[in-house]
């Protein structure tokens, strides 16, 4: 099955830098990759996605990029501010299934004032 | 549009007994998800359906079971916990297709002891 690894566990970041999140996956089939950000005791929720027909997706402060080739994918997070505290999470599509999503084990990230 | 509800928000068991997690959304979408959320783990996919009618397993099945009830309804039961079934369960739904979205529910905290 499709196995999706996220780095850092845990990232730590004053107001305003940058901030970025890897992911790697396993199953070239694999042709849409979402992010999802959960606030402490809420439900996870999609800030940005991108499918494997596109390298690079904006959307005000937050990018995504995909190297398929490489397959991996990442979350660019300009200009941080302290409500982008979360946890966040990649996710695959489980082989030529766009639906089933397989995630990776989560990013805490804190931004610091 | 409430989205996807999920009762009950709170759960605590004893081993060995029994409990159904019940899933509702009014987005008119074909395909229902239950996850558990575990520190560390990330989100894992217990069952899926992808249309009314229809179920299947996902990553870490074993100990539960589900139930289409329609198309709007999707529940989840546990026949005799365990206390490794200790965890956050989130219900979710997506259109069937290319790349939707999943729409989460707030989740039920559960402990068994």
């Known amino acids: 099955g499709e196995n999706v690894e996220q780095h850092p566990s845990t990232l730590s970041v004053q107001e305003g830098d940058s901030a970025v999140i890897k992911c790697t996956y396993s199953d070239s089939a694999s042709n849409y990759f979402p992010w999802y950000k959960q606030e402490l005791g809420k439900r996870p929720q999609l800030i940005i996605d991108?499918?494997?027909?596109?390298g690079e997706k904006k959307d005000q402060r937050i990018a995504v990029t995909l190297n398929k080739t490489a397959k991996h994918f990442s979350l660019h997070i300009t200009e941080t501010q302290p409500e982008d505290s979360a946890v966040y999470f990649c996710a695959a599509s489980m082989g030529s299934s766009n639906y089933k999503l397989t995630f990776g084990k989560g990013t805490l990230l804190t931004v610091n004032p | 549009n409430a989205g996807v509800t999920q009762t009950p928000k709170f759960q605590v068991l004893k081993t060995g007994q029994s409990m159904t997690l019940q899933c509702a959304q009014d987005m008119n979408h074909n395909s229902m998800y239950w996850y558990r959320q575990d520190p560390g783990m990330g989100l894992r996919l217990i069952y899926y359906?992808?249309?009314?009618?229809?179920?299947d397993k996902g990553e870490v099945p074993n100990g539960y079971n589900v139930s289409r009830l329609n198309k709007r309804e999707f529940s989840l039961r546990l026949e005799s916990a365990a206390p490794s079934q200790t965890s956050v369960y989130f219900c979710?739904?997506?259109?069937?297709?290319?790349?939707?979205?999943?729409?989460f529910g707030p989740g039920t905290r559960l402990t068994v002891t």
């Open positions: 991108i499918r494997s027909n596109v």
């Open positions: 979710a739904s997506s259109q069937t297709g290319q790349g939707y979205e999943q729409y």
């Open positions: 359906s992808a249309s009314e009618g229809t179920t």
